[in-house]
């Protein structure tokens, strides 16, 4: 039997994404599930969002 190769989900690849920018950026965030709201202090808000292709 082929063992199958594991897979990353869309919630841990967000956390590790997550991670990342929250060392850089200086704003507050608000996290989802597949996305990471980015309110930055001079009042632009991003989301970033991760989706399986």
């Known amino acids: 039997m082929e063992k199958e190769k594991s897979k ?3 919630r841990d690849l967000t956390e590790e994404i997550t991670l990342l ?3 850089e950026i ?3 965030y608000t996290e989802e ?4 709201l980015v ?3 001079n009042g632009q ?3 970033i969002k991760v989706e399986e292709l």
């Open 33 to 36: 599930e597949d996305a990471l």
């Open 26 to 28: 200086v704003a507050t």
């Open 8 to 10: 990353i989900s869309v």
């Open 45 to 47: 808000n991003f989301r």
């Open 21 to 23: 920018i929250k060392e």
């Open 39 to 41: 309110h930055l202090l």
